[in-house]
């Protein structure tokens, strides 16, 4: 009784950390018992607590003897099986030297132990409190969704995509997946001399997917680190389409996005390769139980070109629906989750 009184009289200080590729991201979040009065974004040059980045969190963490500090996992050696169950997790993937979590008693998340411990240790100053999967972030953003139809989801950072399949809730496969893996593959293309101006660029990197050769086939079969179905019919697709919410209306206009520059273009079709891939693997890994995909749901946290939605639509026949994000934000949603604010 003591304590609640005692942590009303202060405010929570919510500390949210996203490491970039040269950068990093903290949002922080002031609450009252009354709920948000205040927030704060700023982006340092360093991959790494420097002191102008600890000072910046040492400024509001003491005002306060309540604040949390949570990071988004970026690990490279991290993913999410559709199973919770001990017996079956080595059936997908060997986690003798990872960290596993189960998420809503239905699927499971790991980290590789090192990286986990490399990052505790990196922020031993700080303190953490909570260690966030990307694939924890992607069914919280789209909770709207994932209970629904079979689609396929993305997480956009800018060396990593976490890509998941699910349907009413429950996972069906997921992949996590760097983009730096192909770099060198589409810089070969785009810089190759054979290629000119009256040529196009082939998107079907290793053959790609064939949908008249697919079989696809039924096959049966943690909290935090810290602490279509085949749409059949007329009336289910409209049914579908009414799902839709307004931001998803307006990005199947290809104006919407921004336009390409070199960058962004080589960027967006590793992007489009890696989904292509993983796709592929979906439906012929026979571990997991695949179905025909329609649909992908993108959690954009970069600013993704158009380039990237035609690719998707016009190679793989997939309708694409983009919602912007900020993963900072997104992952202050979840430490509000946690702490039930």
Same mark, same amino acid.
């Given at each position: 009784m003591l304590s609640k009184i005692f942590e009303a009289l202060y405010l929570k200080v919510l500390v949210n950390?996203?490491?970039?590729?040269?950068?990093?991201?903290?949002?922080?979040?002031?609450?009252?018992?009354?709920?948000?009065?205040?927030?704060?974004? *700023?982006?340092?040059?360093?991959?790494?607590?420097?002191?102008?980045? $600890?000072?910046?969190?040492?400024?509001?963490?003491?005002?306060?003897?309540?604040?949390?500090?949570?990071?988004?996992?970026?690990?490279?050696? !991290?993913?999410?099986?559709?199973?919770?169950?001990?017996?079956?997790?080595?059936?997908? *993937?060997?986690?003798?030297?990872?960290?596993?979590?189960?998420?809503?008693? !239905?699927?499971?998340?790991?980290? *590789?132990?090192?990286?986990?411990?490399a990052l505790e240790k990196l922020y031993k100053e700080t303190g953490v409190d909570f260690v966030f999967s990307p694939f924890v972030l992607l069914a919280n953003f789209f909770k709207d969704k994932i209970n629904g139809h079979l689609a396929l989801y993305a997480l956009?950072?800018?060396?990593?995509?976490?890509i998941a399949v699910f349907e009413e809730g429950k996972l069906f496969y997921a992949q996590h997946l760097n983009i730096q893996e192909t770099a060198?593959?589409?810089?070969? +293309? $785009?810089?190759?001399?054979? $290629?000119?101006?009256?040529?196009?660029?082939?998107?079907?990197?290793?053959?790609? +997917?064939?949908?008249?050769?697919?079989?696809?086939?039924?096959?049966?079969?943690?909290?935090?680190?810290?602490? +279509?179905?085949? $749409?059949?019919?007329?009336?289910?697709?409209?049914?579908?389409?009414?799902?839709?919410d307004a931001e998803e209306e307006l990005l199947e206009s290809d104006d919407v996005l921004e336009s390409s520059d070199e960058d962004n273009f080589n960027e967006d079709y590793q992007r489009f390769s890696l989904i292509q891939k993983s796709i592929a693997n979906y439906y012929k890994d026979e571990r997991y139980e695949s179905q025909f995909l329609e649909n992908i749901y993108i959690a954009d946290g970069v600013g993704v070109s158009s380039d990237l939605k035609k690719y998707l639509e016009e190679e793989m026949f997939l309708n694409v629906y983009i919602r912007h994000t900020e993963i900072d934000a997104e992952v202050c949603e979840l430490v509000k989750e946690e702490l039930g604010l």
């Open positions: 950390i996203v490491i970039k590729r040269a950068s990093t991201v903290v949002y922080i979040e002031l609450y009252s018992k009354k709920g948000n009065i205040d927030n704060v974004h *700023a982006e340092f040059p360093t991959v790494k607590p420097d002191e102008k980045l $600890l000072e910046f969190i040492h400024t509001y963490t003491k005002e306060s003897p309540f604040y949390y500090i949570a990071i988004l996992d970026n690990a490279s050696l !991290q993913g999410a099986l559709p199973t919770c169950a001990k017996s079956r997790l080595s059936y997908y *993937a060997d986690l003798s030297d990872c960290e596993y979590k189960c998420y809503a008693e !239905q699927w499971a998340y790991y980290t *590789a132990k090192t990286e986990l411990y956009i950072e800018e060396d990593f995509l976490s060198s593959v589409v810089d070969d +293309i $785009l810089l190759s001399d054979d $290629l000119t101006e009256n040529e196009s660029i082939d998107l079907d990197m290793d053959g790609g +997917i064939d949908l008249e050769e697919i079989d696809v086939e039924d096959h049966g079969s943690l909290e935090d680190f810290g602490d +279509i179905e085949d $749409l059949d019919t007329i009336e289910e697709i409209e049914e579908f389409d009414d799902s839709k």
